[in-house]
């Protein structure tokens, strides 16, 4: 006979633990960075601003929405190249392992306003 496995509902120490983990070092690793790295020649992430209070879903699933802010260069070296800065909002589903591991399992950046 099999037993069910209750999921577990997060935590508010869950969704700190999912906030922390989403880095500018995990979004360059992710698929969200073809992306962002698109944008200019030399792409940087500023800062990765994660809304805690909107991560939703069990530790089997996590949802949540973030912006990342980035500067982006332009003709770097040149008399006539420039920087500017930006923010992107973007979206995850992660998990928490048994060990307490947060496992991005998908991360997106809507960059469209950057071509409007």
Same mark, same amino acid.
């Given at each position: 006979?099999?037993?069910? +496995?209750?999921? *577990?509902? $997060?935590?508010?120490? /869950?969704? +700190?633990? !999912? @906030?922390? @983990? $989403?880095? @500018? /070092? ?9 992306? $962002?790295?698109?944008?200019? &020649? #030399? ?5 990765? &601003?994660?809304? &805690?209070? &909107?991560?939703?879903?069990? *530790? %089997?699933?996590? #949802?949540? !929405? ?5 500067? $982006?260069?332009?003709? *770097? ?7 500017? %800065? ?8 992660? +998990? !928490? #392992? ?6 991005? /399992?998908?991360? %997106?950046?809507?960059? %469209?306003?950057?071509?409007?």
């Amino acid at each position: 006979m099999a037993v069910a +496995h209750k999921q *577990r509902e $997060l935590t508010d120490d /869950d969704r +700190h633990r !999912i @906030a922390t @983990a $989403l880095t @500018a /070092d995990v979004i360059a690793g992710s698929n969200a960075w073809k992306a $962002l790295g698109d944008l200019s &020649e #030399e792409t940087v992430i500023d800062e990765v &601003e994660v809304f &805690e209070s &909107e991560i939703d879903g069990r *530790r %089997s699933k996590a #949802e949540g !929405i973030f912006n990342v802010y980035v500067e $982006l260069e332009y003709g *770097r070296g040149d008399d006539d190249g420039f920087q500017s %800065s930006d923010a992107y909002p973007g979206r995850f589903v992660a +998990h !928490i #392992e048994d060990d307490g591991r947060v496992v991005f /399992d998908s991360i %997106s950046v809507d960059v %469209s306003s950057f071509y409007a």
